[in-house]
């Protein structure tokens, strides 16, 4: 075995160590290892359910056995998917991904963005099953998945970001999350960890929507009674050109006063933000504003590079899992096995995007690494912890 192999099976079972086999082990045909190691292998070559998964084990069955032990060869498709339904899906994802956070450790990110995903075909109509809504946290920067917890609906996710949040170290960064994340709870717990909060807000906390408006209608009028242009630091705006559109982005940030009542409220609550987007598409113009509170100061371009970051999960994360992954099409209805599969396409996803000799993108990774042993393995030379 080369060096990136023996880094491969080295890592694999160091993160792997503590998780718990849910099988009988006198029963058991295949080293759990060797499962879970052909399954990531086949999710980067292009595998997507679990039959191509068995495929891909078959077609590589003598490179495999090159560094596997395989007692009793290729486990079959069912045996997969069985195996990855009895795995308890927190501490599944908890042990996959010590890889991208020790990646994310020596790439120093600083923004986090907290989103939710729905895997719209794991829904199951004649019971009543909900879609699997799951809650990831990237990391802008890197374009790393840190974490992830599942949960049954998308209302759920209230609960899921705080059990989120405990799997991360987030001393240093700044989280970012959309209106649906905007709770003191929420907010309270970000700073108890030493971390920094961006949150969306709308209608969802009574008072508080109401309280920010107020603010940001007093600093627009102290504005237009000042005679010197407002600080660079509290107003930014970018302008761009693209896509048959021009879109001009304006941010204000102002400081919550001390004494204001929301303060006592929201731990660490020191800024208000109002990023007003202004679209021209053909002859139409459109205006939009948006409200997101912050524990940070009031520096506009910071909270607004912040904020533009957070969609990063949605254009860059989501975006690819459906397009090159295939995931909202997967008609894949069992809980744990949905969860812990969709936490082996992000890890999939993150190593393919920190390989940067291909640049011809995923698919064609996904493609290069189907026909070449040696390109995949450069693939899995970014995961050593």
Not at 43 to 53: H, N, R, S, Y
Not at 172 to 190: N, V
Not at 287 to 308: F, G, M, N, Q, V
Not at 345 to 362: D, H, I, M, S, V
Request: hydrophobic fraction near 40%; proline fraction near 3%.
């Amino acid at each position: 075995m080369d060096a990136d192999t023996i880094a491969f099976v080295n890592g694999l079972t160091t993160c792997f160590a503590e998780l718990h086999d849910p099988r009988v082990k006198e029963r058991c045909e295949h080293t759990l290892l060797d499962i879970l190691a052909i399954t990531l292998l086949a999710v980067l070559c292009g595998a997507d359910d679990w039959p191509e998964v068995e495929l891909f084990g078959r077609k590589r069955d003598e490179w495999l056995r090159s560094f596997l032990s395989l007692p009793n060869g290729i486990p079959s498709h069912d045996t997969f998917r069985r195996v990855f339904g009895l795995l308890e899906r927190q501490q599944f994802a908890t042990c996959l991904f010590q890889w991208t956070q020790a990646l994310h450790k020596a790439t120093d990110g600083k923004v986090i963005a907290i989103d939710g995903k729905t895997l719209r075909r794991s829904h199951r109509k004649k019971s009543g099953l909900g879609a699997l809504h799951l809650v990831t946290a990237w990391a802008t920067k890197s374009g790393l998945t840190l974490g992830q917890v599942a949960c049954a609906e998308k209302s759920n996710e209230i609960t899921a970001i705080p059990e989120l949040l405990k799997l991360l170290n987030i001393k240093g960064c700044t989280i970012t999350i959309d209106a649906m994340g905007c709770q003191k709870e929420i907010a309270a717990q970000i700073r108890d960890q030493k971390g920094h909060y961006v949150l969306g807000l709308k209608g969802n906390q009574s008072g508080l929507e109401e309280d920010m408006l107020q603010l940001l209608e007093k600093d627009i009028e102290t504005e237009l009674g000042l005679e010197v242009p407002v600080s660079k630091d509290r107003i930014h705006v970018t302008n761009e050109t693209g896509h048959g559109r021009v879109e001009q982005r304006t941010c204000r940030a102002i400081e919550i006063p001390a004494d204001h009542p929301q303060r006592l409220k929201w731990k660490g609550l020191c800024t208000l933000m109002a990023l007003t987007c202004c679209r021209i598409v053909g002859d139409r113009e459109t205006w939009e504003t948006r409200l997101y509170i912050s524990s940070l100061k009031p520096k506009a371009k910071a909270l607004a590079d912040a904020i533009r970051q957070h969609w990063s999960i949605e254009n860059t994360q989501h975006w690819s899992l459906d397009v090159t992954f295939g995931e909202d099409v997967r008609r894949q209805q069992d809980r744990n096995g949905a969860a812990n599969l969709a936490s082996v396409r992000r890890l999939a996803l993150c190593l393919l995007r920190q390989e940067k000799t291909n640049k011809r993108g995923l698919k064609n990774k996904r493609l290069e690494c189907a026909l070449d042993p040696k390109y995949l393995l450069n693939v899995l030379a970014n995961a050593k912890i």
